[in-house]
């Protein structure tokens, strides 16, 4: 069973807006602070954004500050990355990733999903 399970990737034009899910199963998600790394080929995967256990604190990355927010709905075990205001060097794969540990940053994940591709066009 994959725990987690991203979604909602695709292609958009510079300036426009997504929104990723990731969905966690088969672990009790209000123990977890959950994050968004994202990795381009040939470079090393890079932090993006993180939030809490519950929901009240979170952390971003210079790079997408004031363009990216991360949530969560405890309801439905899933994590939130909105992304607007896109631009092309935001295209990369993005990876989920859940921790154990209730201090960051860092945000040091123990589990990754699988990816999903966001490209923006000029």
């Known amino acids: 069973q994959v725990p987690l399970v991203e979604s909602g990737g695709g292609l958009v034009q510079a300036g426009g807006s997504l929104r990723l899910s990731c969905a966690v199963s088969g672990r009790p998600f209000i123990r977890y602070a959950m994050g968004w790394f994202r990795q381009t080929p040939g470079k090393e995967r890079e932090f993006v954004v993180a939030?809490?256990?519950?929901?009240?604190?979170?952390h971003t990355a210079d790079s997408v500050k004031g363009r990216f927010t991360i949530s969560r709905d405890g309801a439905k075990d899933t994590v939130y990355l909105q992304m607007n205001s896109l631009e092309p060097e935001d295209t990369a794969v993005y990876y989920c990733?859940?921790?154990?540990?209730?201090?960051?940053?860092?945000?040091?994940?123990?589990?990754w999903g699988q990816g999903t591709q966001v490209t923006v066009s000029s």
């Open positions: 990733a859940l921790s154990s540990r209730r201090s960051f940053p860092p945000f040091l994940a123990d589990v």
């Open positions: 939030i809490n256990w519950n929901g009240d604190r979170t």
